[in-house]
């Protein structure tokens, strides 16, 4: 019977805890970025080129299926901050997915904050 009162006392916390996590707004995995008008060869070349600027090394590319691109990106930042954390390899890089639409190229691309979430990394990349 006290099994029973204590499982009827956990239900009602446990309701409340769902609901207070749904009305919460959490982490998203992915951030939709900005368009780009132009061809998915051309917006492949254009994003890795930015990439390479802002001091990003491209460690990974390839096409999934037609019309869409990934290309996986590190720096010396991700690289040391991968190395402090016991899971931190999974979060060594950040994949950028370019998918073709119409003539249009849409960026899509890991959120830092999520990964180093995931993995429990000292910092959060971003």
């Keep these: 019977m006290l099994k029973f009162l204590r499982l009827l006392c956990v239900i009602p916390l446990l309701g409340w805890f769902v609901v207070a996590q749904a009305e919460t707004p959490g982490l998203q995995p992915f951030i939709e970025g900005n368009s780009i008008g132009a061809a998915l060869a051309d917006a492949d070349k254009t994003i890795q080129a930015a990439l390479t600027k ?3 090394e491209v460690v990974g590319h390839y096409a999934p299926k037609k019309n869409v691109t990934i290309v996986s990106v590190t ?3 991700m690289l040391k901050n991968a190395a402090a954390t016991d899971r931190g ?3 060594a890089t ?3 997915a370019l998918e ?3 003539g249009k190229t849409f960026v899509t691309y890991m959120n830092p904050v999520y990964v180093a ?3 429990q990394m000292a910092t ?3």
Excluded: R, T
């Design 100 to 102: 073709e639409v119409q």
């Design 89 to 91: 390899a999974y979060g």
């Design 54 to 56: 802002g001091g990003f």
């Design 75 to 77: 720096n010396p930042a």
């Design 94 to 96: 950040i994949s950028i």
């Design 117 to 119: 979430n995931g993995y």
């Design 124 to 126: 959060d990349n971003a």
